[in-house]
C-alpha cells in the first residue's frame, strides 16, 4: 500500500515510540481539555461542523454504526440523538479519550446505544460487513497507514454502507488562505502550551493537518481503495471538508 506524507507527521519527533503509540500517548495528555480546545479554537463551529456530517447519513437511517477515532464520543452522541440508531460502537487507541467518553455517555444515560471500545482503525475487530455506516471525525489523518485503515473500514462496512470522514483541509479564499496557517500556527500551539500544557500536541494536529491528502487527491485514495460514489463538500471557505464514500 502507497504511503503518504501524512503518515510519517509524528507527535513527538526525538520519541522512539511509532507514529500509532505517539498519537496515542499524545491524546492521553490533552484528553481532559480536548473538547475545550476544540469549541476554543473554532469558536464553537466544529459543532456544526459534525452536525452536517451527521447528516449525509440522515436519509440512509443507518441502524448500527461504527464511530472510528471516536475520541470523548461527540459524534457518537450526537448520532444517537439525531440518527436513533440501533447501535453504535466506537473505537479509539486513546485511554484517556475513551474514559472522558463513557462517563459523558453515562451521563446522558445513552450506555445502552453507545459502546465504546479500545480499538485500532488499522485492525478492526469485527466481521466483514458488520455495520450499514461508519464515520471518522477529525482521526483519518492520525492514521500511520492511510489506505490500510480505509480498507479496513471497506471490510467491515456492509454492501451499500457509508463512510463519512470529516477532516481538516486548506482553505481555497485567497485571503483566509493567507491568514489561516498563521492562525494555526501560532494560535494553537500557543494556547495549546497555555491550556493543555501540551505545545508539541497542537503542533503536532495542525503539522499533521497541513500534510494530509486533502480534496481531489483524498477521494482519489478514496477511489483507489475500493470506494464508489464519493464525493466532498466543504465547511467555512474550505477549513473542514465532509468525504464521503459507499461500499459497492
Sequence with gaps: ???????????????????????????????????????????GIDVRWRKKAIKELQEAQPK????????TADVAIMMAKKLKPKKIIGIDISTGMLDLGRKKIENLHLDNIIELKKGDSEAILYADASFDAITVAFGVRNFADLEK???????????????????????????????????MKVAAAGVGKWVAKNQE????????????????????????????????KTLTLGVC??????KP
Excluded at 448500527?64 to 475520541?71: E, P, Q, R, S
Excluded at 497541513?210 to 464519493?230: D, R, S, W
Design 1 to 43: 500500500m502507497e504511503k503518504y506524507t501524512h503518515d510519517t507527521v509524528v507527535p513527538f519527533k526525538d520519541s522512539e515510540l511509532n507514529k500509532k503509540d505517539q498519537v496515542a500517548e499524545m491524546f492521553d495528555s490533552i484528553a481532559f481539555r480536548y473538547d475545550f480546545m476544540n469549541r476554543f479554537l473554532s469558536g
Design 64 to 71: 448500527n454504526i461504527l464511530d472510528v477515532a471516536t475520541g
Design 149 to 183: 485503515g480505509l480498507s479496513e473500514m471497506l471490510r467491515v462496512l456492509k454492501p451499500g454502507g457509508k463512510l463519512v470522514v470529516l477532516e481538516f483541509s486548506r482553505p481555497k479564499n485567497w485571503l483566509f488562505k493567507k491568514i489561516y496557517p498563521i492562525y
Design 201 to 232: 500536541a497542537y503542533e503536532y494536529l495542525n503539522k499533521s493537518a497541513n500534510a494530509f491528502p486533502e480534496g481531489v487527491q483524498f477521494l482519489e485514495i478514496l477511489n483507489k481503495t475500493g470506494y464508489a460514489h464519493t464525493y466532498a
Design 241 to 246: 471538508s465532509i468525504y464521503c464514500g459507499q
